[in-house]
């Protein structure tokens, strides 16, 4: 007998309680499986490996969402979208910055929600990924690191294992099979948010900037800013099995 399919689980974590209860509503009508929790705390008691998303509150009582978010990060890559009342450009690099895969202001309709949950999880599930590794070798070497798409690991010679989120693999995984090759912001944000990319978006930087301190890159030796275009990996790439 054909396994049964798992439904998508989110978790829902905002303290307005209507706010709360009308998304979980919604979110089930559309055949979601739904968690809520009212603050951090409580996120805590309910996170899960069956959570496949986060939707998460930026002001919150005891620890904001943003605090939540970096915390969040030192352990998991489970996908997070923002909630927020703050509209300003500043407040979405924040969260970013954070770890966040997207940032949505209130107030908004439920179904932009459930758009942006259905995009982010694509990007997770990276569709017809397996097809274009399998065309590829499994590990990828430049400037004394290693990159395995098959556990998405980044690894240093000194073997520090470095765990990207899934926009910082997606975007070094581009720099890598694009190796000496400008990428205009336009082009990586497509590789990393696909068709949902937004033309003004401009946190391609910010995750160019995590990727660069990861790679000890603070010079921008390996990724290069090309001034007014884009950035280009200026370093010798190979791939091994």
Known sequence: MAQEKKSTHILIVEDDKE???????????????????????????????????????????GKDGLTLCRELRTASDIPVIMLTARGEPTDRVLGIEMGADDYIVKPFHSRELLSRINAVLRRADAPGREEREAMLKNKITFANWVLDLDSQALTSKDDLVVSLT??????????????????????????????????????????????????NDSKGKIIKTMHGQGYMLDVPVKRIR
């Open 166 to 215: 899934p926009t910082e693999f997606r975007l070094l995984e581009a720099f890598l099979t694009h190796p000496n090759r400008l990428l205009s912001r336009d082009q990586l944000m497509n590789f990393t948010h696909g068709r949902d990319a937004s033309p003004v978006d401009r946190s391609i930087d910010v995750t160019v900037g995590r990727l660069r301190q990861h790679l």
């Open 19 to 61: 706010i709360r209860e009308g998304l979980a509503s919604y979110l089930r009508e559309n055949n979601l499986e739904v968690t809520t929790a009212a603050d951090g705390d409580e996120m805590q008691t309910k996170l899960s490996p069956e959570i496949d998303l986060i939707v998460l509150d930026v002001m919150l009582p």
